[in-house]
């Protein structure tokens, strides 16, 4: 696990759209990388050879969190990626004191509700219509911190 940098984005990019149906541009993560805002989490997860499997994006303000976006290489899923980016996120999370973390995930995504169950992720409401290609809901969910 690594900050991402502008030499990964054209991965990261990739794996998005073979991830998502409706991806983030390219663009989107340029500007993460420049911007270097302290609120935003932008990690890469690597092979020992430096290829980019997996990344994570998530915002921190005030006593907040969001996991604004986490995709695996389809080559690298089922080998704890998700896991490690995840824990990455929580790990920066109780740094920052934070209380809440939030997401949107896919009604019918089932490996990725799984993987946040795992974590202790709960449901607490749903988006209707949310998504556009193809349009479906989006389950929030949030993950309580204990105070430390």
């Known amino acids: 696990m690594r900050n ?7 991965r990261v990019s990739s794996i998005e ?3 998502f149906s409706d991806p983030w541009s390219r663009s989107a ?3 993460l990388v420049e911007e270097k ?3 935003v989490l932008f ?15 998530a915002w921190f303000i005030m006593d907040e969190g969001e996991i604004a976006n986490l995709a695996v290489a389809p080559i690298a899923r089922s080998r704890g990626v998700g ?7 929580i790990t920066a999370a109780r740094r920052r004191d934070v209380g809440n973390i939030y997401l949107e ?10 993987l946040y169950a795992s974590h202790g992720f709960q449901e ?3 988006r209707r219509r949310y998504y556009r290609r193809p349009v479906e809901d989006a389950l929030v969910l949030r993950l309580v911190l204990p105070e430390s």
């Open 4 to 10: 991402a940098t502008a030499a990964d984005v054209e």
């Open 83 to 89: 896991t490690l980016l995840l824990g990455t996120a």
């Open 124 to 126: 607490i409401g749903r």
């Open 105 to 114: 995930v896919r009604d019918s995504n089932a490996a990725a509700r799984a």
């Open 17 to 19: 759209t073979e991830a």
């Open 29 to 31: 993560f340029e500007r």
């Open 43 to 57: 990690e890469v997860a690597c092979l020992e050879d430096g290829t980019v499997i997996g990344y994570l994006v």
């Open 37 to 39: 805002d302290p609120r």
